[in-house]
């Protein structure tokens, strides 16, 4: 979807695909519901941009970088949303400054180097309720490089965190 | 089983009037407090005006109610305190209305608070509320358990079990907000609350209410056996709806509520109707201006329940129902009901089920 408003993507499989198995670009209010990406070369489901959306239920796996990836994208939410498992790299990614996105219940177990990874400078997130054990790397199935998490929020998860204030 | 129902709104009628009673008394006691007050106020602000004009700076602090909160301590383990902090509260063992003269258990008054009841009860005495938080306190976050606990939290026999007055609020993992008086869960005047993970069950009226809010996201919840609606949008817009709402009076309403999304939901053996888009069911032809437009119904099942399936009441338009499952509801050609002539600017599109019009598919 690219520079949309509103639109509604539902029941479908987005599989196997060169690139992303669904790709969110500069979109606003959009909502994905029920959907899997599964074995796409880079990321399951990627969010570039894009603003106040809604992910979920629904997971991503198998795919060749991340299950989500959130870049550059604020205010979007993704709830109910298990399985984003076995990606090579990691489950969720919140990356270059993507901030207060809301993670709620869902989990990013069992991915070559990490769970849910929220990188330096992306801030105002807030993950609960999210079960993310046994992924590759040590103490990264919940990741926050941010001094003290900054302003994000991790309460009520499973699995190691990189630092105290992951809870 | 109709009989029984007609007895039941009869009794609930009986109660309301006893209630409404009730309220004019609250409502008297009320006005005596207000009044009160309002002298009090304008006792303060003769004194202001007399310090400014006497060039006296004097601290003017409001009289602090003789019953206020006291805040909360970490660990919670009697009802009625204020948390205060922005902080991790934890409840420590079951809480009752009994503990406390106050209407409500638990008030969250700092944004950025977290409360965990950790699998603890929550038990009210039919009137008050068991966990409220206030406007302003953005950002909070209420759930039942822990990842790590078996059950989950009740919360009952209040009139409201938790209502959420402040903005981006995450309220979930709760074994039943439910047998309260009036509603399950209330969500009001707010923006970008999440609601999921819980079930809102046989409330004396309505399972979870959506007033006048936006960007709130219900998901994987359940609303059965509430007394009027299970899931009720009222002057709501741009909300995500995801759930099950079934043997209540009406599933689903969205009442004056526009650019919703419906999606993935159940309403299923309600003794009405399923799902309701537009005005209520006793306004015939919806008179006034009570429209629900642009509503998006995808992928939802509105099935065996007494009367009719999904129902866009007349003047409400631009809603699309697609990829619905809506069939064996009880009376003729209403598993799919368009009042609008040839469906106005609806959309109803391979949908199963039979509908009132050729309009709709």
């Known amino acids: 979807m690219k520079a949309v408003y509103g639109s509604i993507v539902t029941a479908l499989n987005a599989n196997g695909n060169k690139q992303f198995g669904v790709l969110f670009s500069n979109t606003t209010g959009a909502s994905l519901i029920n959907v899997s990406a599964n074995r796409n070369n880079q990321a399951g489901l990627k969010l570039d941009s894009s603003t106040g959306n809604s992910i979920g239920p629904g997971g991503m796996e198998s795919n060749g970088t991340y299950g989500i990836w959130l870049q550059s994208s604020s205010g979007n939410t993704i709830r109910d949303s298990n399985g984003n498992q076995f990606n090579n790299d990691t489950g969720i990614r919140l990356a270059g400054g993507s901030n207060k996105n809301r993670i709620a219940s869902g989990g990013a177990p069992n991915n070559g180097k990490a769970g849910i990874v929220i990188t330096l400078g992306s801030t105002g997130n807030t993950v609960t309720v999210t079960h993310n054990p046994g992924n590759g790397n040590p103490n990264s199935d919940m990741v926050d490089p941010n001094p003290n998490c900054d302003s994000n929020v991790w309460y009520n998860n499973l699995g190691n965190p990189s630092q105290a204030c992951i809870k | ?361």
Request: with cysteine; charged share 15%.
């Open chain 2, 1 to 361: 089983m109709k009989r029984s129902r007609d007895q039941g709104i009869h009794s609930r009628l009986i109660n309301d009037d006893a209630r409404m009673k009730s309220s004019a008394q609250a409502m008297s006691s009320r006005k005596t407090q207000m009044d009160s007050t309002k002298k009090t106020c304008v006792r303060l602000l003769a004194r202001i005006s007399l310090s400014a004009a006497l060039g006296v700076a004097l601290s003017v602090l409001p009289p602090k109610p003789a019953n206020a909160a006291p805040s909360c301590p970490a660990t919670i383990t009697a009802c009625g305190c204020k948390i205060t902090n922005s902080q991790i509260y934890t409840v420590a063992n079951n809480l009752s209305a009994a503990q406390t003269t106050l209407p409500t258990c638990i008030e969250i008054a700092k944004d950025h608070a977290i409360l965990n009841t950790m699998g603890f009860s929550l038990t009210g005495s039919g009137k008050g509320t068991g966990i409220v938080i206030d406007k302003g306190a953005d950002h909070a976050i209420v759930e039942g358990t822990t990842e790590t606990a078996n059950g989950q939290s009740n919360v009952t026999q209040w009139n409201i079990g938790i209502e959420d007055d402040a903005n981006d609020a995450i309220i979930q993992l709760f074994a039943n907000i439910g047998n309260n008086s009036t509603t399950g869960v209330l969500v009001k005047q707010v923006t970008n609350s999440i609601v999921g993970d819980l079930l809102a069950n046989s409330n004396g009226r309505f399972g979870i209410v959506v007033d006048h809010s936006s960007r709130v996201e219900i998901y994987n919840v359940a609303t059965s056996g509430d007394g009027e609606v299970g899931l009720w949008l009222d002057s709501s817009n741009n909300n995500h709806i995801l759930g099950t709402a079934g043997a209540n009076i009406l599933g689903t309403w969205l009442s004056t509520s526009s650019n919703n999304v419906v999606a993935d939901d159940a309403n299923i053996n309600n003794s009405n109707t399923g799902l309701v888009v537009g005005c209520g069911l006793d306004r015939k032809n919806c008179p006034g201006n009570e429209r629900s437009n642009n509503n998006y119904i995808v992928f939802g099942t509105a099935s065996s329940n007494t009367k009719a399936g999904v129902v866009i009441r007349k003047h409400s338009g631009g809603n699309t129902v697609t990829l619905g499952t809506n069939n064996g509801n009880g009376g003729n050609k209403m598993d799919m009901v368009d009042e609008n002539n040839k469906c106005g600017s609806n959309v109803w599109y391979n949908n199963t089920g039979q509908g009132n019009q050729s309009c709709i598919r």
